[in-house]
């Protein structure tokens, strides 16, 4: 089922857009100090998947275009984050590894898009010199991290601290927009 929606309907719709952010997600300052400086609505909730995702809030504005209740995108679009390669490593190991695993493998079944960000610019070269806390073989931790990527269809992207704000709340924007659009 779609809607088909006026240029000004969109417009309306997209300016009631709320990021959600999972309540587990615990070091996210930057990003939160972001959305508030550029007056952009989020609020904390559970999400079963990611760590950030959409919706379009039920107001005034939106019930007369049908958006009685909020309308989700988190079976849609959901964004993972880990705040640095040392983050990545711990999850590569047992037991974070099998529940991100599973995690993935679920969200790939449902056909949600994966966006996973990497605030560490340096992601790269820390990644190939081994430049991280963990004792985890340079090698093999970028064997498993090409491995999940190939197995559940995403890219991990470094994203500088200062811009993954932005980064996140336009990659779910124009998710939303597209959508809207029917694309």
Known sequence: MRNKYT????????????????????????????????????????????????????????????????????????????????????????????????EFSYLKSRGVKVHFYLQDENYDLNLRKGAYRSEYNPKALFGSIKTFESEFGFTVRPVHKDVIGSEIYYTLYYHVKNSLLGK
């Not at 240029?7 to 997209?14: C, F, P, S, T």
């Not at 550029?38 to 039920?58: A, H, M, P």
């Open 7 to 102: 240029e000004a309907e969109i417009k309306v719709l997209l300016k009631n857009l709320c990021v959600i952010v999972d309540t587990r997600e615990q070091v996210w300052s930057n990003i939160e100090e972001y959305l508030k400086k550029s007056n952009i609505l989020y609020r904390r909730e559970k999400l079963s998947q990611g760590d950030y995702s959409i919706c379009i809030i039920s107001n005034e504005e939106t019930k007369p275009l049908g958006i009685n209740r909020d309308l989700y995108f988190d079976n849609e679009i959901v964004i993972e984050r880990k705040a640095s390669i040392d983050e990545v490593a711990g999850n590569m190991k047992e037991p974070d590894r099998t529940r991100l695993k599973k």
